[in-house]
């Protein structure tokens, strides 16, 4: 969290959304989420937190996507 006590953004400026999981290559997240950030209560955005390290963690143990395989 932020010295104000707000929940930050999990935003890193790679902005590349990844066709086949629907995810953005950077922090993770869906669409929606993106969008909806500004607009989600501090709750919401910990929650949000929360499901990403369980993506990261599911991503971590599933490897790399088919699209950097053949790279």
């Given at each position: 969290?932020?010295?104000?006590?707000?929940?930050?953004?999990?935003?890193?400026?790679?902005?590349?959304m990844d066709?086949?999981?629907?995810?953005?290559?950077?922090?993770?997240r869906?669409l929606?989420?993106?969008?909806?950030?500004?607009?989600?209560s501090?709750?919401?955005?910990?929650?949000?937190?929360?499901?990403?390290?369980?993506?990261?963690?599911?991503?971590?143990?599933?490897?790399?996507?088919?699209?950097?395989?053949?790279?």
């Amino acid at each position: 969290m932020t010295a104000a006590g707000t929940v930050p953004s999990p935003c890193i400026n790679v902005c590349r959304m990844d066709a086949t999981r629907g995810l953005c290559e950077g922090c993770q997240r869906t669409l929606a989420e993106i969008a909806g950030w500004a607009s989600m209560s501090e709750a919401d955005k910990r929650e949000a937190w929360r499901q990403l390290a369980l993506r990261r963690g599911a991503l971590a143990l599933t490897g790399p996507s088919a699209k950097e395989a053949s790279q």
